[in-house]
């Protein structure tokens, strides 16, 4: 930077006298002046075209005031001080008589307008309003504005200073509607009185006070007293900023020579991160902040010189006095803690105790022994304060600090009774340290090259400071508490003083031993985030597993150091994976994991971080035979540590590479790590019990890892199916080219099979139990039969609530020749409620009935009665098939037709709950034969009904089609029934179907001819034709043709002729004979009758005589 000699910008002052200057944070230059008028030096880079360069403008006075003098707003009296409030925008003057006016300069700082003057009269009646026992004296010259950032405070704007040191306290903006107002007005809220001020008593206080400065709760008056010197006043309540009373402490310096000026030049802290603000937006208090911030300093400028004065922080002042008193034991220090409050001042204490630079171990050992001195007993009641300032003060506009004739001051300071003052200074100094990130996340989210991306909050300067803050404290802790054992002074026995030893009940012992395990995991966690922000933090989160960078991008630091021990693991795996392939730089950075965060990087990590390195060696390795030494090498590492390994990560990579034994040698061996005791087998033999929370959580730690060898296998499989290629144009001449990173088929078969196999012949029955139950999902079931184990038919006899899987163990029963076992299974396949249909349950039944065909000889009685039972079983079955197919054929609706495919059912269920209902006759039939129910009427009545049904049914036909219709039924049914005559009643069946025949009026030789399709004889129906015509039934009268019967006994006979070869010869006379007798009788009968058809039916029997006589 360099200063031009020539001005840049000039412009006339008009004759106005220019008193003060002022700027703003922005280049804004407001200028007080003589005349009373507040200027403004506007500047730009160019003139416009309504504007130059640079001019001078008047804000105390309008346009018009120039026409109109006598509205000009402003007077003869001289502006001596002009300041801004930056942080709201607001413009403070004073005049020379008192008068403080207030400018708004907006929200973006870019405008000016007058809000309120003030004059001085107005100003002393509102601080005697409230002081009222003080004399207007004390408020008749104005001498300072002092504004008030928002830093410091959200409702006091600026404090003004009298001449003899009273401090008025205002605010521009109601207290109530919110900060984002805008000033409207200047309002008193409370009125400080000087130092030293009593309303009855005239002691050394300042009375000529012509300089003032207040910032951050520290004030500096600078009083004329003698003409030689000005006398400098020091407020300040750094020291006891959570007072429930104001208290402030005083000091008073000379200064040769008259004060000019004054100005805070106090550093700023290197880094504005480590000390952000509160939730109120204000900056804390120094006692908070001490232990990084520097001293404030303040410079005065008299005609002697230039003046820095140092403020002592509240640990500057206790390293002071112990300095002083050359130890812990005097008054001096004694009367520190009690005035500061015992946990505050032990908090203050520890930074000097904890300072590491060697000049200063004499007053860090000092400050240890006052820490146990005035700390270490909990104070066994409530200790009472009363301090030597002003109390009642509770920022009330009406109220004042200064104690009013007769004003008690006395106020309590309770203790913390349960804990010590030195347990809580250790909680809060700790807390001050971690303030700055506690609550801050741990990294942010911006966008690079327009992809997210993740930063870290604090650079590695900020958080490496913290770190060493921590460290401190910590190394403090574990000196003066050995394990368990109470804290103690380092050198107690080196004392002739009585320091009573640091005892503390058992719920603080426990609290401490709590601290401790804090400051380490907050330890650990910096120095990891220290070394990610060294070694760039974003390239390493960008590795990072999805799920692990979501929950960072939310987390705090404090979620990191309480709840996120896997998100560091993960940052430190990231960490590794980036140097994999350079030895060197990894093997320093996993010693330096090791050195800086044990906790976080433990052995196990460091392992598994050396096997992850291994992998990727072997994988990138050509070398079969080194390729499967590295492989094994990293399995037989992670086995050491299996309770730490990241199963499915690891077994990825050993995939990747080919290694699959190692994964199934890798995921057995960790499971029986997670349960050694067994409890997730017992836990799975007992059907999992709801009970049983160890055994489930073994169960379920195991299946973690059989789940990644499942997952393996499934990938293998899919890898195993070569798919169709669908039809796209070849980018080049030749076959195909597959994806590089297809496994091909062949190879992925080989795998898989390879893993099966290892499982196989492992004694693991969890690992077998798993693999079974994914050989019966992925439908590999003569893969799983195939199996030679002793735990497969355990799994396969397994019920947990489930049904057991009988459809493969009947087949494992039949693999292994145990038909006996197999053909009890398909009984109870066979018999299971459920949506089985009724052919499947059949043919269960059937394949039993193979199986026990295929037992070797077995006379015991139990084979016998079961085999009869099967027998059985399987003809109910036939019939309750028919009795479905009969339903379907009848349109019974979806119910019904689950009913009957439920279960097996009786045949008293079929018959009463179907048959009878539905009318199906064909059914009933089966059901009375299969019970071996012969009463002659019901089985005559179901005949009759299945006649009428079959001709029903096909009632729109012709008479032919019904009568080859029904023909054809009695042919299929004779098939069943014939050899039985109680279930096939010929006699019965003939009258009916003869009857049908007259009623339709068609062939008379249909029933014959379906009879003898049947396999019945004609000499056979001959006789029963001639039986029927004998009984005389009056039904043929009645149905108007009595001689029906003779005209089918005559076509009977005249086939029996017909087909004389198929008689056999010694039946042949005795046939004739009977035959001849018949016709004799039927001839006698049809001359007595003069019926119409009696003449046709005769002639054909005398026809049939005839022949029969040639019938030889």
Not at 168 to 185: E, F, H, N
Not at 376 to 388: G, I, K, L, S
Not at 416 to 435: G, K, M
Not at 905 to 921: D, G, R, S, V
């Amino acid at each position: 930077m360099h200063l031009l000699p020539e001005p840049l910008f000039s412009v006339p002052t008009d004759g106005s006298y220019i008193l003060t200057i002022k700027g703003t944070n922005d280049g804004r230059i407001f200028m007080g002046a003589k005349d009373g008028c507040l200027y403004e030096l506007v500047y730009q880079a160019e003139d416009g075209w309504f504007s130059r360069k640079c001019q001078k403008v008047n804000h105390s006075r309008s346009t018009i005031s120039y026409l109109l003098p006598f509205l000009a707003f402003s007077e003869d009296d001289p502006i001596t001080q002009v300041e801004v409030d930056d942080s709201r925008h607001i413009l403070y003057t004073l005049s020379e008589k008192g008068t403080i006016m207030v400018y708004d300069l907006d929200a973006d700082g870019k405008n000016t307008s007058r809000v309120v003057a003030v004059p001085h009269n107005n100003i002393m009646n509102a601080a005697l309003q409230v002081a009222k026992t003080v004399d207007k004296s004390n408020f008749k010259n104005v001498v300072s504005l002092c504004p008030i950032s928002t830093s410091e405070s959200p409702h006091i704007h600026l404090v003004v200073v009298t001449g003899t040191g009273v401090r008025l306290y205002y605010t521009t903006m109601p207290l109530i509607g919110g900060l984002a107002q805008r000033p409207s007005q200047l309002t008193l809220l409370h009125v400080r009185l000087p130092p030293g001020f009593a309303a009855n008593a005239t002691v050394y206080r300042p009375t000529k006070v012509h300089k003032a400065l207040y910032s951050h709760g520290t004030g500096v008056l600078c009083s004329n007293e003698s003409n030689e010197a000005d006398t400098v006043w020091t407020m300040s309540s750094d020291q006891y900023p959570y007072h429930p009373t104001l208290a402030e402490s005083q000091s008073t310096h000379a200064v040769d020579g008259f004060v000019w000026a004054l100005a805070d030049v106090t550093p700023q802290l290197w880094c504005s991160a480590l000390n952000p603000t509160t939730p109120q937006g204000t900056k804390p208090p120094l006692l908070v902040t001490q232990h990084q911030q520097s001293p404030r300093q303040l410079v005065l400028l008299s005609a002697t010189g230039a003046h820095v004065l140092t403020f002592l922080r509240p640990v500057d002042q206790l390293r002071q006095m112990l300095e002083e008193s050359g130890g812990a034991e005097s008054n001096m220090v004694k009367e520190f803690f009690s005035a500061m409050t015992p946990t505050q001042a032990c908090a203050t204490a520890l930074i000097i105790a904890t300072d590491p630079h060697r000049p200063n171990a004499q007053v860090a050992e000092w400050a240890t022994r006052a820490l146990f001195l005035y700390g270490a007993n909990p104070p066994p009641a409530p200790v009472t304060f009363t301090p030597q300032t002003p109390a009642g003060y509770n920022f009330h506009p009406t109220q004042v600090s200064t104690p009013m004739p007769g004003q008690a001051t006395n106020t309590a300071i309770v203790q913390d009774a349960q804990f010590s003052p030195l347990h809580n200074a250790l909680y809060l100094y700790l807390a001050r340290i971690l303030r700055p990130v506690w609550a801050s996340p741990v990294a942010k989210e911006t966008l690079v090259e327009g992809k997210p991306v993740l930063m870290s909050s604090m650079s590695a300067e900020e958080l490496g400071f913290l770190a060493e803050r921590v460290d401190l404290l910590a190394k403090f802790l574990l000196t003066n508490q050995g394990g368990t054992t109470p804290l103690q002074p380092l050198n107690a026995s080196n004392t002739t003083l009585n320091i009573t030893r640091y005892g503390g009940d058992g719920s603080e012992r426990a609290s401490l031993l709590a601290l401790r395990s804090l400051l380490s995991q907050a330890l650990e966690v910096l120095k990891l985030m220290t070394v990610l922000s060294t070694h760039n933090f974003t390239t390493i989160t960008g590795s990072l597993q999805k799920e692990i960078r979501e929950q960072l991008r939310t987390m705090t630091f404090r979620d990191l150091v309480l709840t996120g021990r896997e998100v560091c693991r993960g940052l430190i795996m990231a960490l590794l994976d980036r140097y994999h392939g350079d030895n060197a730089s990894a093997d320093a950075i996993s010693e330096r994991l090791r050195d800086i965060c044990p906790g976080l990087y433990r052995i196990e990590d460091a392992k598994l971080a050396k096997a992850n390195e291994i992998i990727l060696a072997a994988k990138a390795n050509t070398n079969k035979a080194e390729k499967e030494k590295g492989f094994k090498e990293a399995v037989a590492l992670c086995k050491q540590i299996g309770h730490h390994v990241n199963v499915n990560g690891i077994s990825s990579q050993l995939a990747s590479g080919g290694a699959y034994e190692g994964v199934v040698d890798l995921c057995l061996s960790v499971a029986s790590q997670r349960d050694p005791a067994g409890l997730a087998l017992h836990y799975y033999k007992n059907n999992e019990p709801a009970d049983d929370h160890q055994g489930y959580m073994a169960f379920t730690s195991r299946m973690e890892c059989y789940r990644v060898i499942m997952d393996q296998l499934n990938q293998l499989v899919g890898a195993g199916v070569v798919p169709q290629a669908s039809p796209t144009v070849p980018s080049r001449p030749g076959p195909p080219t597959p994806p590089p990173s297809t496994l091909p088929s062949t190879d992925a078969t080989q795998y898989a099979n390879q893993m099966m196999n290892l499982i196989v012949g492992s004694n693991d029955e969890l690992s077998h139990v798993t693999l079974y139950q994914w050989l019966v999902d992925t439908n590999r079931t003569d893969r799983l039969l195939a199996i030679t184990s002793p735990y497969l038919e355990t799994f396969l006899t397994r019920s947990n609530g489930q049904s057991p899987l009988h459809h493969l163990l009947w087949r494992y029963y039949e693999r292994n020749r145990d038909y006996f076992k197999a053909a009890k299974t398909l009984l109870l396949l066979a018999e299971q409620i459920g949506d089985t249909p009724v052919n499947v349950r059949v043919e269960y039944l059937s394949r039993a009935l193979m199986c026990l065909s295929s037992c070797e000889m077995n006379t015991a009685s139990s084979y016998s009665d079961f085999m009869l039972h099967m027998e059985e079983k399987k003809e109910v079955a036939r019939v309750q098939l028919m009795v479905l197919d009969a339903l379907q054929g009848e349109g019974a609706s979806a119910d019904v037709i689950a009913q009957v495919n439920s279960s097996l059912l009786t045949l008293t269920t079929l018959y009463e709950k179907f048959a009878e209902p539905w009318a199906l006759w064909e059914c009933k039939l089966a059901i009375v034969h299969c019970a071996g129910h012969s009463e002659p009427q019901l089985v005559q009545s179901i005949w009759t009904n299945l006649i009428d049904r079959e001709l029903e049914r096909s009632r729109v036909e012709p008479v032919e089609t019904r009568v080859d219709s029904l023909s054809s039924k009695i042919k299929a049914l004779a098939r069943l029934y014939s050899a039985n005559p109680n279930y096939f009643p010929l006699e019965h069946i003939i009258k009916e179907c003869e009857i049908r025949s007259v009623r339709l009026r068609t062939n008379t030789s249909w029933v014959v001819t379906a009879l003898q399709g049947c396999g019945i004889q004609v000499s056979r129906l001959i006789n029963i034709y001639h039986k029927l015509y004998r009984s005389g039934d009056s039904v043929w009268e009645v149905e108007r043709s009595p001689y029906h019967l003779l005209g089918v006994l005559a076509h009977l006979i005249t086939m029996l002729v017909d087909n004389e070869a198929t008689v056999q010869p010694p039946q042949k006379r005795a046939l004739r004979e009977q035959c001849l007798d018949y016709v004799a009788e039927y001839l006698t009968d049809l001359g007595a009758s003069a019926d119409a058809s009696a003449g046709v039916i005769s002639a054909h029997l005398k026809t049939c005589q005839a022949k029969l006589e040639r019938f030889v």
